[in-house]
């Protein structure tokens, strides 16, 4: 489901219990953050067991259904599964009692607050309301219970819900007394229409509060003047479509020019393990595109330094399309090391993007908008009609300092200013 994917939601199960399939055929289909997914059947064989239902969230990595391969095929994965199986089916030789099951947490962080329950054991309800509003085992200890035995209970989970979870961004208590503790508010929410987020928008929130909570974030700027690579798309859109039969936006050009500035730069390529930075080798272009429904995806152009214009529209406007028809499958957004947004497309002057984790920057490109400039000519300064762009570039300051920010968005302005008006197509 992609390398950052945690967990997916059973849209329909296209088989039933029972039935027979071919290799290929599609079972099931899973939702995950950012797309949805039809899961194949690996061999030939038989459903013969479904264990999660239509709108279940499930982690990855957790057994759903068990599969009667046909005898060709190895019989490993069939072993496992059935053996997961069996470990959810009660005891014959024991008589079972009606207590429900109780599931202990381990290794519970104190957090900020001295309101930290001592019993960490929390009843599969709670657990399942927590995993609906995405609260961590931790954050449920410093929830207040009003339970026997300080035991939470469901009414508690909910109230703690209706007054914001105050607690939800704790930190753990140093020795610092004036380390900083987030203030427990009571905000007035006010009243109007009550609209659900939906599951896509309440993960792209989690990411992002993620990410600002991860990376300290620093934002550089610089303008760019685009008139030549402007007066050259205008010229040869019209050709290039003739001859590739792709259209030709500007980015293919952006994506052309950040990649050259990434090869310049290459430790802006990077991410974050603990102590260590790993510099990536490919260099992966992530666009942040808006889909119907209005939330956000980052489709990816791959290997963009070794491809050629052409290959580069092709691309951009294959991803483009998926994006619009919700077509885009689990690859098309995966493995993404440096990320572009172009905030410019809903006329924005400019803008401070949150970083796309695990990279270290990203970069936010404004609208093309005609200024008066001064200019250097063999005459000496003048007055000319520029077309003019903010660029922003927002990165990680644990490991890209002010001086590779700064000289990475300046590179990348660089090469928007001198692109060769002559170029061929």
Do not use: C
């Not at 009414?155 to 140093?174: C, L, M, V, W």
């Not at 644990?398 to 000289?407: A, C, M, P, T, Y």
Request: aromatic share 8%.
């Amino acid at each position: 489901m992609g390398e950052s994917i945690t967990e997916g939601t059973i849209i329909n199960w296209l088989v039933e219990e029972g039935d027979s399939f071919n290799e290929g055929d599609i079972i099931l289909e899973v939702a995950t953050d950012k797309v949805d997914n039809e899961v194949p059947a690996p061999a030939s064989g038989k459903l013969t067991k479904i264990l999660f239902q239509a709108k279940d969230v499930v982690p990855v990595g957790t057994v759903i259904a068990t599969l009667e391969f046909s005898e060709k095929v190895a019989t490993t994965n069939k072993e496992v599964a059935s053996a997961a199986l069996e470990d959810k089916k009660p005891s014959k030789t024991k008589k079972q009692t009606k207590k429900p099951k109780v599931v202990q947490q381990t290794q519970v962080a104190t957090g900020a607050f001295s309101t930290a329950n001592t019993n960490t054991f929390f009843s599969p309800l709670v657990i399942k309301i927590a995993k609906e509003h995405h609260i961590s085992f931790e954050e449920l200890a410093r929830i207040p219970a009003t339970g026997k035995d300080d035991r939470l209970r469901k009414s508690d989970i909910f109230q703690y819900i209706e007054e914001g979870r105050p607690y939800k961004y704790a930190q753990p208590i140093t020795q610092d007394p004036t380390a900083y503790r987030i203030p427990q508010l009571n905000f007035d929410k006010g009243k109007g229409k009550i609209i659900e987020m939906d599951r896509m928008r309440q993960m792209i929130a989690d990411h992002m509060v993620y990410s600002k909570h991860t990376s300290p974030h620093v934002t550089a700027y610089v303008e760019a003047d685009l008139t030549n690579m402007v007066n050259w798309r205008n010229a040869n859109k019209v050709a290039f479509q003739e001859k590739y039969g792709e259209r030709l936006t500007f980015t293919p050009l952006f994506v052309e020019a950040v990649a050259k500035a990434v090869k310049d730069f290459p430790n802006i390529n990077a991410s974050v393990d603990g102590n260590s930075i790993i510099v990536k080798e490919d260099v992966n272009i992530g666009m942040a595109t808006a889909l119907p429904s209005g939330n956000l995806i980052v489709p990816v152009v791959k290997n963009a330094d070794t491809k050629d214009l052409k290959t580069l529209a092709s691309n951009v406007n294959e991803l483009a399309g998926k994006a619009r028809e919700n077509k885009l499958a689990g690859d098309d957004i995966k493995g993404s090391t440096f990320t572009i947004s172009n905030v410019g497309t809903f006329g924005s002057v400019m803008g401070t993007p949150i970083i796309n984790q695990p990279e270290v920057a990203i970069l936010a490109l404004g609208i093309i908008k005609k200024r008066a400039e001064v200019i250097e000519t063999e005459k000496g300064d003048e007055i000319a009609i520029r077309s003019m762009m903010y660029l922003s570039l927002s990165f990680d300051h644990r490991v890209v300092d002010g001086f590779l920010g700064g000289s990475f968005v300046r590179r990348v302005a660089d090469y928007f200013e001198q692109f060769d008006i002559n170029r061929e197509i």
